[in-house]
């Protein structure tokens, strides 16, 4: 069984762009989590889809943050404008179920905005 | 105060003894205690989940929790080298929209030296 992907791995933007990650979760997960690590920081939750609905968006930082997830498959977080507060690493995860479920987290995408 | 805090690293034990990670919360409604292991550059993977308050043992791992002093803690018995990553403690609450939402720590880096 494949493991949650990320794509890109590594992204390194200009503040003022645009950058777009995608998340492909393991097969039949409709729960699928958006995570952030800023340096020296702890990982911070985003937002979660329950299919393709947003179940939970409270961690979103502002509206230059926009995720979708069109036909309950896979996702994508894009930020427009990026600033250079947004560097990190943003994870994806994924689980079956909700409560009491694993999630299983993708390699992350390194996002490096100079 | 953080939500998830845990005990500051970094730890570092001789290769075969016992390490002991810790990890307290702030939320009583908390439900799902999880521990997950980071190596340098890769996506979390789960170490254990415990949901009841006791022991949960896993092979070399014990997992320890107590609804209440909101106390998690992670003991990795005869330590060994590959055992050396960042331990990151998770907690998920139950309820609301927030169910399926982890707060993690910061972590703690544990280096297991020969």
């Known amino acids: 069984e494949a493991g949650v992907t990320q794509f890109p791995s590594h992204s390194v933007i200009e503040k003022g762009q645009t950058v777009t990650l995608r998340c492909d979760p393991i097969s039949g997960h409709d729960n699928l989590y958006w995570y952030r690590r800023v340096m020296g920081k702890e990982i911070k939750f985003l937002l979660h889809f329950v299919k393709e609905s947003k179940q939970d968006e409270s961690g979103m930082p502002n509206n230059r943050f926009l995720a979708e997830r069109t036909g309950g498959t896979y996702s994508t977080l894009k930020v427009q404008p990026a600033e250079l507060e947004d560097s990190g690493v943003y994870f994806c995860?994924?689980?079956?179920?909700?409560?009491?479920?694993?999630?299983?987290f993708g390699p992350g995408t390194r996002l490096l905005v100079l | 105060q953080k939500e998830v805090e845990q005990n500051s690293g970094p730890l570092s034990v001789p290769e075969g003894a016992i390490a002991s990670l810790n990890c307290t919360y702030s939320d009583r409604v908390s439900q799902s205690f999880f521990w997950y292991r980071q190596y340098s550059g890769k996506s979390p993977e789960l170490i254990m989940s415990?949901?009841?308050?006791g022991d949960k043992e896993d092979g070399r791992f014990t997992a320890q929790l107590n609804k209440a002093s909101q106390y998690v803690s992670l003991l990795i018995r005869d330590s060994q080298p590959s055992d050396s990553a960042t331990y990151l403690c998770a907690v998920n609450l139950l309820g609301g929209t927030s169910y399926g939402k982890l707060t993690f720590g910061q972590g703690t880096i544990l280096t297991v030296h020969p």
């Open positions: 995860a994924s689980s079956r179920l909700a409560s009491q479920e694993t999630q299983y």
């Open positions: 415990i949901y009841s308050n």
